[in-house]
């Protein structure tokens, strides 16, 4: 694999193969996170495009106090950012779940557990997860795969764009918060209400919760 220093060489060099690679590399995330600023697929494809032809004309200047792949995310969320003021609904990135990601209500439904003055267990699960009753391969069956991918889908973009690049595409967490611009504290507090509502969907689907008395 070709290292981070020889690959801006090469694209300093206008490389196109090595350009052509890495547009293929990157372009499905850049989309991704470009959907969660502006209204509509189509616009963010013009995101895209427009954040290559900055990446291109800004290669020379770029001095490597980051990653390459966290400059290109950052030029695409600053892109990404001016277009959605165009459309009136540019909001910060970690208020895009719908709230303050730290003021949100619990991950999981308040009703899964027992209320404060319960007589004998106050604030304990009242229906509480359980071992899935699928043999192991049903996890990484296209079906089930199915489920985690459309309970990704459904959530809102912010908690959406970090659970695809931390658990879908492998992100370290402060790439994450480089390219997006947000805090770790944002970034895990987003990633933990996502990923809690993708196990939600997951036990609805296998009906993996069980009365704990």
Known sequence: MISETRLIESLKAADEREFASLVDELSSSLLRVARAYV????VAEEVVQE????????LD??????????????ILTNTAKTRGQRERRS??????????????SGAVDADRFFPPDHSRYPGHWSLGPTAWKTPEEGLV??????VILDAIEQLPPAQRTVVTLRDVEGWPA??????????????R???????????????????????TV
């Open 91 to 104: 909001v910060p990135f970690s208020s895009l779940n719908g709230g303050d990601p730290e003021r949100e």
């Open 174 to 187: 402060e790439e994450i918060c480089g390219a997006l611009d947000v805090s770790d504290g944002n970034q």
């Open 61 to 74: 200047r770029f001095e490597g106090r980051s990653s390459l792949k966290t400059w290109i995310f950052s």
């Open 189 to 211: 507090v987003l990633l933990h209400r996502g990923r809690a509502k993708v196990r939600t969907a997951l036990e609805r689907y296998f009906d993996a919760v069980e009365e």
């Open 141 to 146: 069956s296209g079906e089930t795969r199915r």
């Open 51 to 58: 954040t290559w032809l900055a990446v291109i004309k800004g």
């Open 39 to 42: 209204g509509s697929s189509a």
